[in-house]
């Protein structure tokens, strides 16, 4: 069974910094690209980020492009997000989804998220 | 940027059809795939690539694209289809995902 559980969000004052991870089971991790949305409170679903297998080619959205960093560990299974400078506006639920063998596949199984507070 | 528009809200009686439409420029030549977001629960795949059902997804679930709308059709609508809907696409000009507004199906 595929399961992706992200963890690492919490509160953090507005400049501040978070590590988010995503620990993957029930399939090869190495061979699907990996993604992170998030939703913000009220909002709609915005696509943040995307890996491919072997990391090689990474895809930002604009506006958290030199902030977050995307990245894995396929000794781990794991799928990580490095968040620098933080805004209010990157408040959101982040969920980790598994993509496919390209970059533009759809997003065929998700974590339950893991929920960022930027506030002082 | 690519930009896909979602009506708000669709309210549909139980057992009725629900259509979901997805605007974006020239949306029939691209794969559109469309979610389903419950609260407190993970997204769901339920369409990919225009027209196809993941395993597991209700034959209720249907979907097309064409021109600049794709439509997501769910038949003999349960009181459990009640949820948020969004389309998405990859624009290949910005290498970016792009989601829709999303769309709340209200059962009556």
């Known amino acids: 069974e595929v399961q992706l559980v992200e963890s690492g969000g919490g509160l953090v004052q507005p400049g501040g910094s978070l590590r988010l991870s995503c620990a993957a089971s029930g399939f090869t991790f190495s061979s699907y690209w990996m993604t992170w949305v998030r939703q913000a409170p009220g909002k709609g679903l915005e696509w943040v980020a995307s890996?491919?297998?072997?990391?090689?080619?990474?895809y930002f959205m604009d506006s958290v492009k030199g902030r977050l960093i995307i990245s894995r560990d396929s000794a781990k299974n794991s799928l990580y997000m490095q968040m620098n400078s933080l805004r209010a506006e990157d408040t959101a639920m982040y969920y980790c989804?598994?993509?496919?063998?390209?970059?533009?596949?759809?997003?065929?199984?998700w974590g339950q998220g893991t929920l960022v507070t930027v506030s002082s | 940027s690519y930009v896909l528009t979602q009506p708000p809200s669709v309210s549909v009686a139980p057992g009725k059809t629900a259509r979901i439409a997805c605007g974006g420029n020239n949306i029939g030549s691209k794969n559109v795939h469309w979610y389903q977001l419950k609260p407190g629960q993970a997204p769901v795949l339920v369409i990919s690539y225009d027209s196809d059902r993941p395993s597991g997804i209700p034959e209720r679930f249907s979907a097309s694209n064409s021109g600049n709308t794709a439509t997501l059709t769910i038949s003999r609508v349960e009181a459990g289809d009640e949820a948020d809907y969004y389309c998405q696409v990859w624009d290949s000009t910005s290498d970016h995902f792009v989601f829709g507004t999303g769309t709340k199906v209200t059962v009556l």
């Open positions: 989804a598994r993509g496919g063998e390209y970059g533009s596949s759809p997003f065929d199984y």
């Open positions: 890996i491919k297998q072997d990391g090689s080619e990474k």
